[in-house]
């Protein structure tokens, strides 16, 4: 079941960026830079919290922010939505538990199979 991150709790800038737009890339701000805190949020318990600090590790700054930015569309309000849903991606597959290995024995079959 994917977990909503609450727009509420979501700090979203803007800055100019490169690529393509022409000329309009020096005069506006289209690059959308979303930061989230991970130990102020309300929605996710202390158990989820740490598993997110843990699998998004590489992604967290000093002030324990996951920092997410879109800068492939040419205007504000696509990459405002494409860095919320990357953002909510990531942190649905950091909490995602993945299924313990049960070891398993090869079958007769597939001894003499192999012999």
Known sequence: MP???P???LTITF???GGKGGQN???TSTKAIVHWSVGRSRVFTWEEKMRVRVKLANRL???DEVVVMSEEERSQPQNRALAISHLQILVNKA???P???R???PTYASKLKRL
């Open 3 to 5: 977990i909503h991150i």
């Open 7 to 9: 727009t509420n709790e």
């Open 15 to 17: 800055a100019r960026s």
């Open 25 to 27: 890339v020096n005069k």
């Open 61 to 63: 700054n000093n002030n």
């Open 95 to 97: 909490l995602q538990v």
């Open 99 to 101: 299924k313990k290995r």
């Open 103 to 105: 070891p398993t024995r």
